[in-house]
């Protein structure tokens, strides 16, 4: 992976990490009022959730890197075995978790989900977006 630092995707990528920790707080909160309970396992889940969706975004942007710099057959296998990779892993991981039970699985399930809403929160709260959905509405005569 080495060769991939250059890659454009993983600064938008990092820039989101602040947002999903505090989505990764807000989950443990929430889960804790729910059950009423100090969960152990449900905090093991989250975060081994979370580092693995860190290094799962990583390895996909790594791979959409690389797919962009080969032919289109080749491409598409790169993608189509990253997606394999990432989702076999993950799969792994929660059964290992519910087998051994040392963690919750649907605590590792739930970090996934945290890219697209960190994004969605992001687009809402930047200007330039907003910019320019105002000058589309403008040409667009809404």
Excluded: W
């Excluded at 820039?15 to 309970?37: D, G, H, N, Q, W």
């Excluded at 081994?48 to 791979?63: E, H, Q, R, T």
């Amino acid at each position: 992976m080495n060769k991939y630092k250059d890659n454009p995707l993983r600064p938008f990528f990092k820039k989101l990490i602040l947002k999903m920790l505090v989505l990764l707080v807000l989950t443990y909160i929430i889960t804790a009022l729910i059950s009423f309970s100090f969960d152990v396992k449900m905090i093991i889940g989250l975060l081994v959730g979370f580092i693995f969706m860190i290094f799962s975004n990583l390895f996909m942007a790594d791979s959409i890197y690389c797919a962009l710099t080969v032919k289109k057959a080749r491409a598409k296998g790169i993608v189509m075995t990253s997606y394999i990779i990432r989702y076999v892993l993950l799969l792994g991981i929660c059964v290992l978790g519910y087998k051994i039970r040392i963690l919750n699985p649907f605590g590792v399930l739930i970090p996934q989900f945290y890219p697209r809403i960190a994004m969605t929160i992001d687009n809402f709260l930047d200007k330039e977006v907003k910019r320019n959905a105002d000058i589309t509405d403008k040409h667009s005569g809404s």
